[in-house]
Every structure is written in C-alpha cells, then in structure tokens.
C-alpha cells in the first residue's frame, strides 16, 4: 500500500514486531536452554544460572553418554524402525491410493475398499485388544511391532489419493490410449508428477516414526529393543535412576558421577534426538505446508 | 471410456487394482479388525493364558457396571473432556490471532522468520517437550518461574498444583502446536482478494473495519472446519503428554481416560475392565467424528474422504 502509514499505524506496526518476537522467542527459548544446559557444569545448572548459555563449559555430559551403551543401542533401534517403516508405509500408501483415485466406472469396488479403510479411523479397538493381537502374531520383543501394526497410515493415504483424485484426466486417458497397464500407469505416470505430495507423506511418515514411543514401550520386554524416545522416556521419568544404573554397571563410568548430573546427561541426550528433526526441518518447512493445504484445504 | 468394454476384459483391466490392495488390505485385516474383534475382551472375564479368542468367561455388562460404579470414573470423564475443549477452543484462537498479526508484517523475510521459529516444538515428541517442561516448569529453579520471581510473583506449581494442572496442559499444547495450525490460516489469508481491501480504502474503511469486515469473514470457514474437526478429538485430552507430566498429586483434574485405560491395563494387568472403558471412549468418540465429518461437509463442504 502505497498511502503513507499514520503515526497510530507506525505504533502498532512496532509493537506488533515486539510481541511477535516475545512469542517466536518463547518457542525457541526452552530449545536454547536444553542446548546451554547439556554444555555446562553441572553445579552450575543445579544453581540455577545457566539461561541461554553454558556457564562453565563442558562436553563432559556427552562424553558419559558415548561411554553408556544404552543411548546407542535405542539409537540403533530407532534407525532400523526408520529405515524399515518409512519405505513399508510409503509402498502401502502408494498402492492403496492409486486404485482408491479410480473413478468408480473404472473400479467398481472402489467404495466397497473406501470404506474398508475408513472404519478404522472412525472406530480405535483400544489399547488392549491391540496389544493381544500384536502379542498373537508373535511380534512382542520383534522391531516389526514397531511397523506392521501403522503399516498404512490412513490420513497420509487420503492425502495422496485427493491428489491423485485432482490429476487432469486427460494425462491418465493418454497413457490408457498408449495401451499403459495400471502399474506402468501408476509408476510411469501418475508418481512422476506427484513428487510433492509423496515428498510429504514421507515426511510425516519419517516424523511419526522418529517421535513414537508408546509403541517401543509396550511391546518391547526387553530395554535392548527399546527405540530411541521410548529409552528417553525411561530418562526422562526417572532420570536419577538412568544415572545411578549407568554408574552401578560398570564401574569405570563412576569416576563421571561427581562431574555429571541428571539435569546435564538428560538434557544431552534430549538433544542429540532432536538432531534428525533439526535435520529435515527445511524440508518439513517446504513440503509440510504445501502438502497440508493440498491435502485440507480443496476447493 | 471404459464402457464399452466387454465385462470379462473389465475384470481383468481392474484385477492389478485389487492386486494392489491387497497387501494393506490383510495387514488393515489384521492389525485393525483383529483389534476390533477383540472388543469382546471387555464383555469377558478375560484370563490372557486362555488365549485372544479362547474360552474365555462372558460376563455380560458386569465390566461396565464396575467401570461405573468406580469412584472416580465421572471425574476422570469431566478431565477429559475439560482439558480437550481448553485445547480446541484455545487451539483455533490463538493460531487465529497469531495468523492476523503475522500476515500484518510486511517484510517477507521477517515473516518467513518468525513461522520458522514457532513451529519447532510442532515436530519434537512430548518424550523431549516433557522433558524441557519438567526441568523449566519447575517451582524452584525452572526458568519459567526464575522470570515470575523477577517480575515479583509467587512461584506457581504448574505441574503439582491440581487447580492448575488442566490450565498448563492446555497452553504447553498450543505452545506446541499454535504455529504449524496457524500456516492454514496464513494460507487462506493470503488467498483473499485484494481488490477486496482497495475497494474498502475508497469506501473510507480503517484497518479495523478491513479486518472485521474482510479479513474475518475470508478466513471465517477455515476457522469453522477446522473448530468442527477438532469435536472428533473431545475424549482425547493427550496422553503422550499427560502421561510424561503427571503424578498422583494431580490425579483429581489431570487424570484423562487415556491414562485410566492404561493404568487399568498395563499397570494393574485388569484387562477387561481397562477394554470396557477403551470401548465406552470409542464408542462416544465414534459418534463424535461422524458428526464432525458430517458438519464439516453440510458447512463448509470439505470432505474427509
């Protein structure tokens, strides 16, 4: 707008700037801390004097956890559930997606299946029967608990078949007419203009992955096959306890626990599991809101 | 065009369709229905040796008339359903306002700064968020109540105080939520038209009257869908994230049904009665989505599926 602002404009374009600042600040800030805490001595942060940066620094709290077998074996844990859950729910959402986009006088059960999928948002059997069924087809203590349960996460699927759904039809009539099957159609045609979309399922599916824990919890018995927020839990109820078992094992990390404290390893290690987000964060920032609106709001 | 196609080429032409589904089709067979039939859970004696579907002892309704009569069932019903509105309703406004302040900046990069910086905490677990807020929500050496003190007020006991326990439930989720939700309002703010505002500066409207009379009622049917969803989550106060903060202390308003069922279940190995409340909460919630995804489309005509 080009009309010059007036002064009551001026002030509150000013103190609009302030207050924004005071909130993206509030978001940030706890992550600063976590950050200065995990560098610092550990009187210090006991004292209260560690605000937004390390007082006394030190990378002590990190060097206890390298020497602590626990963190890495979740970490362990947590990349292998990544790295096989994230391509099952990407292939699942894809196949499930391309037949479900169908016009119904191409696929006449198309509704038929809509529905098999939907039900299962609209209705949650609840923690127990879940956890038998999982307990039936033998996965307890098995990283395919973490995996198959989630295999096809619905809400990315309707998102990816809404986006298969807008494709002009003319594009899949041409590749019909060239005597296309459905696969070549769907691998040839449809996913290499769908990139964006996929890239934002991915994503989801990364984050979802990456963040679960309840799951890690239950079905795991043994804390070897703990993923990694799942072994954070344990740190972060009972983080005294983290630091005693870790002290007690082996004796040689008991020269660590007059210069650590549970305040500075848990805050080390909460942050070193908030790397892979930091990581595809602008990536998340790119394809998270392009693939929400795609996926929300249609016209 | 695939009319006139004769119906055994019909067929084939759909069989790879059905070929790919059926790989989600048995794992959502197993792992969802399987799940569900085993809802028969809550109307047995269920002694897990005897196995899933085992000949188990039926009980009939007795698992829900002990789920009734437990003393603090109505309450734990009343926390849920509290803390979840407080999160709705706190979940529209405030990434509402936040929308319209941020869409006043006019310097791109600015913008683009800002929205960087508020949606961090959106994709951090609450096992890491818990964590931070344990250590800074903390009476006596939090960072939060260091800053209370220096402003000359008592420290509050956010997580230990039951009257304020729901209140610190509610604003740590908008916390981490307020700024990933306001990038679909943002999105439809910048879909309105401007020849919309020109027109009102030569009608002699303020900004005030530009917002009232422009601004709100463009983005008025995101803020209603987005509001109608969100009743399909009314019996989910968050257990990711009650489960990390609470503690007995604050049992009487933090206690949600999500930690009920799972106390009852995990913690004390009660399998039907904790499967009778999970199904008494599916159910209501069931009639709640239908409805929300019913009112989504008679008012906005946004459709789920």
Known sequence: ?299 | MFVNLKRKDKMLRELPLYLMLLPAVVLVSIYSYGSMAGVVIAFQKFVPAKGMFGQQQWVGLQNFTTLFSMPNIWPVIQNTVIIALGKLIGGVIVPVVFALLLNEVRNILTKRIFQTLVYLPHFLSWIILSGILLNILSPSEGLVNILLSKLGIEPIFFLGNPDVFPATMVMTDIWKNFGFASVIYLASLTSIDPALYEASVIDGANRWRQTWHITLPGISAIVVLMTVLGLANILNGGFDQIYNMYSPVVYSTGDILDTLVFRLGIEQAQYSLSTAAGLFKSGVSMIFIVVSYYLADKLTGYRVF
């Open chain 1, 1 to 299: 707008m080009s009309i010059k602002d007036s002064i009551p404009r001026k002030i509150f374009l000013v103190s609009n700037i302030v207050f924004l600042l005071i909130v993206a600040l509030a978001c940030i800030a706890p992550f600063i801390n976590l950050l200065a805490v995990s560098f610092s001595d550990k009187t210090a942060v006991a004292a209260g004097e560690v605000t937004f940066f390390p007082v006394g620094f030190t990378t002590i709290s990190y060097e206890f956890i390298t020497n602590t077998s626990k963190f890495f074996v979740s970490l362990l844990v947590s990349i292998t559930r990544v790295s096989i859950g994230v391509p099952i729910n990407l292939l699942l959402i894809i196949l499930t997606a391309y037949p479900l986009s169908k016009l119904k006088t191409e696929f006449r059960a198309r509704s038929i299946f809509s529905w098999f999928f939907v039900v299962t948002i609209l209705f949650n059997a609840g923690l127990i029967p879940t956890y038998m069924v999982v307990r039936n087809t033998g996965l307890i203590d098995s990283i395919w608990a973490l995996v198959l349960p989630g295999a096809l996460p619905i809400f990315s699927m309707l998102v990816v078949m809404n986006y298969m759904r807008s494709l002009p039809k003319e594009l899949l009539e041409a590749a019909y007419i060239d005597g296309a099957s459905h696969v070549q159609t769907l691998f040839r045609v449809v996913l290499p203009v769908s990139t964006a979309t996929i890239a934002t399922v991915t994503l989801f599916s990364f984050v979802d992955h990456w963040n679960s824990w309840f799951d890690g919890m239950i079905y795991m018995n043994n804390i070897q096959n703990y993923p990694l927020q799942t072994y954070l839990q344990t740190v972060v109820v009972n983080p005294e306890e983290f630091l005693r078992n870790n002290t007690d094992l082996s004796g040689n990390l008991s020269k660590y626990l007059s210069m650590v404290s549970a305040r500075t390893t848990g805050a080390a290690q909460m942050f070193l599991a908030m790397i892979p987000i930091l990581c595809i964060y602008p990536f998340l920032q790119k394809y998270f809101t392009t693939g929400l609106v795609i996926g929300s709001v249609k016209e």
